[in-house]
């Protein structure tokens, strides 16, 4: 099938925060990835992406939760180095977000959708039970694997929840 044809849309705040967040920090070598930049097939668009961004406009670029547990909102973002064309996760935390509290997640990174994991228990399918103590970042692929980032304590682990 085509790809679907990018729709040129005004970013969202969330976006505009980030990608200002990024280009303070980085002089503008990353951002938050388009949906140009995705390039989905129209199938996997229409199915896995367009129910979901009804309701969640950045959905599935940007992911917001208590990602490190401290009582404090953080957002993931999926974004691209434009300088290498690689992906990653970066996680900034914050409330309000700091440039200067980013991290980055750059296994198994490709063009995927980011959503909040509820804290709680967690079953990995090779990491048995974790108790998280705050929300994870699930990364899902299309018709592919998926897996959880959560915080341990002092960094992201992974925990692989499909196949």
């Known amino acids: 099938t085509k790809p679907v044809e990018p729709v040129t849309t005004v970013p969202s705040a969330a976006v505009t925060e980030i990608n200002t967040l990024l280009a303070n920090k980085f002089g503008g070598t990353m951002a938050v990835i388009t949906d140009a930049d995705a390039n ?8 896995f992406i367009a129910p979901k961004r009804k309701e969640q406009p950045d959905y599935p670029y940007i992911a917001k939760g208590d990602f490190n547990g401290d009582g404090q909102e953080d957002v993931a973002a999926l974004v691209k180095d434009t300088g290498k064309g690689n992906y990653q996760v970066a996680v900034i935390f914050g409330a ?4 200067n509290r980013i991290l980055f997640w750059t296994e198994d990174i490709d063009v995927c959708a980011l959503s909040t994991y509820p804290k709680g228990p967690l079953e990995g399918m090779n990491s048995g039970k974790v108790n998280m103590k705050g929300d994870g970042i699930g990364i899902e692929y299309y018709e592919k694997s998926s897996f959880v980032l959560y915080w341990s304590g002092s ?3 992974r925990a692989w929840t499909g196949d």
């Open 96 to 99: 309000p977000l700091d440039k």
């Open 40 to 47: 989905w097939m129209k199938d996997e668009f229409d199915y």
């Open 155 to 157: 960094a992201f682990k």
